[in-house]
Structures are given as C-alpha cells and as structure tokens.
C-alpha cells in the first residue's frame, strides 16, 4: 500500500529540500534565519491548497494548521509537528537532492564528491534497503532529511486525510517549527497555540522508532577574561586567556566523557565552539546525559576545572554560566504511556515492527513533553544527518506516512477503519 505515496514524497522531499533553511545560533532574531520563512510560506501555499483550516504563520515563525475531525466521537486533539531549519554544522545551500531509483546495493558515489561513498559495509542499514528509492545529496551539502523528511511525511499524511474524509479521526494539528536545530524550536507560546492533548513529532530515523526517551541537555558557556598586554612590553603583565582556554580544554576528560568515546546510555561533555583573543575567550559546551544526576554532575565537573584554571591564575576573570536546554521526556511519558502504545500500535497495522530505543539527541518533543503535551517521536528513515553522507528510503517515510494515518484513527477509537 505504501506506493500510493512514494512519487508524493520524493517530490516533496526534492522541493523542500533546495529551499536553504540553516538556522543561525549567533542570530538573536525570531526565527534566527529570515531564510526559513521561505519554506514556511510555502507550506502554508500548499497547505491551503489541500484543504487545511486556519493555516496561520506565528510572529515566532512556526506554521500551524488544522484538519478538522471526521470522527462522531469526542476524541482528543492530537498534533503531528516538524522542524523546517537544517543543521548549521555543514553547507546547506545549493543543495542538489540525487534519486537512486530501485537501489541495487553496492556503494553510492556521490558525484560532487568522489570521496563522499555511501557504502552498505560501512552503513549497514543501507545494507536492507535493496530495491527502494534512496535519495542523497550531491556530495557537497547536507541533504535536509533532517527534517524536512519529517514535513514531507506530515504534509502528504494530512492531504491524504484531507481527500478521505470517510477515515474517522479527531481534531488534527499540524505544526512546522523553525530554528530545532540550535534548540530554539518551542517557543513559550508554542504549547498553547497548538492546542493539542497529545503530539509526535517526526524527527526519527530508522524504520519503526518510536522514541520516548532522550537525553537531558543543559548547555555550558565558559568566558575567560585575561589581562591584555602589548607582547614586546608583557613580562609580568599579559596573561592570556587563550592559554588559559586552552588548559580548561586539555584538563577536561578526553579519553571518557566526549561524544567521540561514548555510546548507548553513556552522557557527555562536548566542546562545540571556541575563539577570541589573547585579551578574551569564550568556550561552549553541551553537556547530555539521560538521567539528571549524571548530567548535573557535569556541570559540576565543567564547574571544577574553570576553578582549578582560575586558582592557577587569579588576575584572570574565569566564569562558567549552565543554562537548561531541554529535559529526557522519559519523566513525563512514563507517568501514561498511551502516546507511545497507540503509536507501537499504528506501527503494527501499518505492517512495520515497532522499536523504541533512546535517542541520544533531543527533539521538538522534549521541551513540549516538559511543557505538558506528550510528544514521542516517530522515525522518518533520515540516516546520517548534519553531514554530505546525509540520506533517506523514500519507502521509508512512506511507511511513516501509513503510521501517522493509522495514529489519527486510532485516537479517534477508529483502530478497526483501515487507510485506503
């Protein structure tokens, strides 16, 4: 059943994904990109066009819409989300998607990269993917799977319910944030304005996931102040901060505790980003962890070298400021697991083998979880996102397609009404 929405799909993934959308953590602006509205103000073009009610872009750049309930019952209202932004951490403009119709297995060379080679012995997943359609960057940009798989997936589902109004279901949010990326994707308002008892978002990767737990995140920023001096008069004067960024670095774990050297369930501390000058340096980190012990302890141990560095050096100014991100939505979920047993379910009846790992990331749906609208996330097939390795089974999200249709009724006690 799923080829009734693989070409919709394809053709969704490749117009969403040239449209550049890299969010900008440096921005203070809402959204950090003025780049994302051009994809949000084409969703809400095609939104329309479909049939969607109240279509609306907020001022903090999220596109929300409705399709109105078909069910005679008094179902809740569940919304379907995903983030239009793309990663920063690599080229997102010019992006040239590549289909590899009824993929024959072997290596996929990307062509505007030789060395860029997509193969099933490195990326055993791939391996299970022989005779669908594989859709990959050129080689030179990220693809934008992540998430715009997701909006493809969200969009061909609600134009599906749109045209079969005889499948029962309940009042149906749709929702597209901008700016997941660099953690900004729920707004305050966010929660309110989509109106929804319960959420997913489809922001997964392989087939079947069905997360519920994640990392808890704080973020870390370290600034050392030091004293500047002119370097042919700086004995006994200058002291730099960069060397003193730099011990804060060495002393930090480097053979445990960075995401290079941890896996499954093991958190981690990660320096992402640091500069200045001999005067000035900053430093920043994300600190992950899934339970909020181990991620409290480190931030207690970022805490403890900033103060061995400082002892070291006390006419330096070394300050270490932890700020919540978001929160593993495990504490929340657990307390009423419906969201999740009613996606497994919907995974079963659209022929697929329901599996919930953690995630080691957050989504959309942590922060909501947190901010009371239970939001598991669902897979899309996105592989090897933020980088030019970067790729996705157009029957993969045709497969999340039939999963969010049969989601739909089964909130509306519709389980026994089948996707036509």
Same mark, same amino acid.
């Given at each position: ?61 999220? @596109? ?122 729920? =707004? ?54 960069? =060397? ?9 774990? =480097? ?61 330096? !100014? ?19 697991? !419906?969201? @999740? ?80």
């Amino acid at each position: 059943m799923s080829g009734q929405f693989d070409r919709e799909l394809e053709a969704r993934l490749v117009r969403y994904c040239r449209i550049d959308t890299q969010s900008d953590e440096t921005s203070p602006t809402l959204p950090s990109t003025a780049k994302q509205l051009d994809l949000q103000r084409l969703l809400m073009d095609e939104l329309n066009e479909i049939g969607a009610h109240d279509v609306t872009l907020t001022d903090y750049g999220a @596109v929300l819409a409705t399709l109105p309930a078909t069910a005679t019952t008094d179902a809740p209202t569940i919304a379907f989300l995903a983030h239009v932004d793309t990663s920063p951490a690599f080229k997102a403009s010019d992006v040239e998607p590549i289909v590899h119709r009824d993929y024959a297995g072997g290596d996929i060379v990307l062509p505007d990269s030789p060395d860029a080679v997509l193969s099933p012995d490195r990326f055993p997943y791939l391996a299970g993917k022989i005779g669908e359609d594989i859709v990959t960057a050129s080689g030179a940009t990220l693809l934008g799977a992540d998430d715009k798989a997701g909006v493809a997936i969200v969009m061909a589902a609600a134009r599906h319910l749109l045209d079969h109004p005889d499948l029962a279901h309940g009042p149906i949010r749709l929702c597209f944030t901008p700016d997941e990326e660099i953690g900004r994707g729920v =707004h305050p308002d966010l929660p309110a304005d989509l109106a929804a008892s319960v959420a997913y978002t489809l922001d997964g990767a392989d087939l079947g996931e069905v997360v519920y737990e994640t990392f808890s995140a704080d973020k870390g920023v370290v600034t050392v102040q030091g004293v500047s001096a002119h370097p042919g008069q700086a004995k006994d004067e200058l002291v730099n901060a960069l =060397h003193l960024a730099a011990k804060i670095v060495m002393t930090l774990p =480097h053979a445990t505790l960075t995401p290079e050297t941890t896996a499954d369930r093991q958190g981690f501390i990660h320096l992402y980003q640091m500069g200045g000058t001999a005067a000035a340096a900053e430093l920043q980190f994300i600190l992950r962890d899934f339970e909020l012990d181990g991620l409290r302890a480190h931030g207690e141990l970022l805490q403890l070298v900033c103060d061995a560095v400082q002892a070291t050096e006390p006419r330096a !100014r070394i300050a270490c400021e932890i700020t919540p991100q978001y929160r593993n939505m495990r504490y929340w979920l657990e307390e009423d697991m !419906r969201p @999740v047993a009613l996606a497994e379910e919907a995974c079963r009846r659209a022929g697929v083998t329901p599996i919930s790992p953690p995630t080691r990331g957050g989504t959309d749906g942590s922060r909501l979880t947190e901010l009371g609208v239970p939001t598991p996330n669902l897979f899309t097939g996105m592989q090897n996102f933020h980088g030019p390795l970067e790729w996705i089974s157009v029957q993969d999200m045709a497969r999340a397609t039939q999963v969010c249709i049969e989601l739909a009724q089964l909130w509306a006690g519709a389980g026994g009404d089948r996707t036509g």
